[in-house]
């Protein structure tokens, strides 16, 4: 029940979590009702996206950022990278998706203006060989994207996880921990080591949450590997216990608080 060994950098727990769109839906439900622009949209504003620019989104996922640049008439080459399949046939429907590693990129050097990885460098396992891949495609005068989260992300789903996890399970172990390896403060310092200048731009906010289901769903997305617990009929108890905290909390304040600490960095 109880491993380890393994973290959220380890490849294999990353192709099983994004195998399909699923999980990434509901991350992306909870996150829709954060008052205020998109993250997408802040960050294409903070890029300064020009239409006919190369972009290379890493980390794709369902193609949501892919998808957002061709509705807003981008005419210039889109180029998508990840490392599930699942995700990578579903990204595909927007711009031509690679499957493939951040750590190795099958693109060309200097060949790209912006380079976008947002949330996803914490599951990387070598951070600075993914620094040097992202330096190494972006053109001379271009620029990298890169969103990460702060100290105090989700602070709230992340203690009634442990809450669970300690009753249901005897399973005591901080869900942050792994996060932490990759947080704004060490993402700031990592990418000022390969490019001249690094802007971190805060896009965090707290937001109430009505509905116990939408919670409950972005916490059951996670892998049970953040507690250090396997999938099985033990993580299952654990998330009904999160999902009852949940319920709790909403029927007795009317909402469920969520606390964003999100950053965007402009790497030049």
Same mark, same amino acid.
């Given at each position: 029940?109880?491993?380890?060994?393994?973290?959220?950098s380890d490849?294999?727990?990353?192709?099983?979590q994004?195998?399909?769109?699923?999980r990434?839906? /509901?991350?992306?439900?909870? %996150?829709?009702?954060?008052?205020?622009?998109?993250? *997408?949209?802040?960050?294409?504003?903070?890029?300064?996206v020009?239409?006919?620019?190369?972009?290379l989104?890493?980390?794709?996922g369902?193609?949501?950022?892919l998808?957002?640049?061709?509705?807003?008439?981008?005419?210039?080459?889109?180029?998508?990278?990840?490392?599930s399949? +699942?995700?990578?046939r579903?990204?595909?429907?927007?711009?031509?998706? /690679?499957?493939?590693?951040?750590?190795?990129?099958?693109?060309?050097s200097? &060949? *790209?203006?912006?380079?976008?990885?947002? =949330?996803?460098?914490y599951? $990387?396992?070598?951070?600075?060989?993914?620094?040097?891949?992202?330096r190494?495609? $972006?053109?001379p005068?271009g620029?990298a994207?890169?969103?990460?989260?702060?100290? +105090? =992300?989700? &602070?709230?789903?992340k203690?009634?996880?442990?809450?669970? /996890?300690d009753? $249901?399970?005897?399973?005591?172990?901080?869900?942050?921990?792994? $996060?932490?390896?990759?947080?704004?403060?060490?993402?700031?310092?990592?990418?000022?080591?390969?490019f001249?200048? *690094?802007?971190v731009?805060?896009?965090?906010?707290?937001f /109430?949450?009505?509905?116990?289901?939408? @919670?409950?769903?972005?916490?059951?997305? %996670?892998?049970?590997?953040? @507690?250090?617990?396997?999938?099985?009929?033990? %993580?299952?108890?654990?998330?009904?216990?999160?999902r009852?905290?949940?319920?709790?909390?909403?029927?007795?304040h009317?909402?469920?608080?969520?606390?964003?600490?999100?950053?965007?960095?402009?790497?030049?």
């Amino acid at each position: 029940m109880f491993d380890d060994s393994e973290s959220i950098s380890d490849a294999d727990l990353v192709r099983e979590q994004y195998s399909d769109h699923r999980r990434l839906a /509901a991350r992306q439900a909870l %996150w829709r009702l954060e008052p205020g622009p998109p993250l *997408v949209d802040t960050v294409l504003r903070t890029a300064a996206v020009q239409d006919t620019e190369t972009i290379l989104d890493i980390g794709c996922g369902n193609g949501a950022l892919l998808a957002a640049l061709r509705a807003r008439g981008h005419a210039g080459t889109l180029i998508g990278v990840d490392l599930s399949a +699942g995700m990578a046939r579903t990204a595909a429907t927007h711009a031509p998706v /690679a499957i493939a590693d951040v750590q190795a990129l099958p693109v060309r050097s200097a &060949s *790209v203006d912006v380079a976008m990885s947002l =949330h996803v460098l914490y599951h $990387v396992p070598d951070l600075d060989r993914a620094a040097a891949e992202l330096r190494r495609v $972006v053109k001379p005068g271009g620029r990298a994207m890169i969103a990460t989260n702060g100290a +105090g =992300h989700t &602070s709230e789903l992340k203690q009634v996880l442990a809450t669970a /996890a300690d009753r $249901v399970a005897g399973v005591r172990r901080d869900p942050d921990r792994e $996060v932490r390896r990759f947080d704004t403060l060490r993402a700031r310092d990592l990418f000022g080591t390969v490019f001249d200048a *690094v802007a971190v731009i805060d896009a965090g906010r707290s937001f /109430a949450v009505h509905d116990p289901d939408v @919670v409950g769903d972005y916490l059951a997305s %996670w892998s049970p590997r953040s @507690v250090g617990m396997r999938a099985g009929p033990a %993580w299952d108890a654990v998330v009904a216990e999160a999902r009852a905290l949940i319920r709790t909390q909403v029927s007795d304040h009317g909402a469920f608080m969520v606390t964003s600490r999100a950053a965007i960095l402009r790497c030049t």
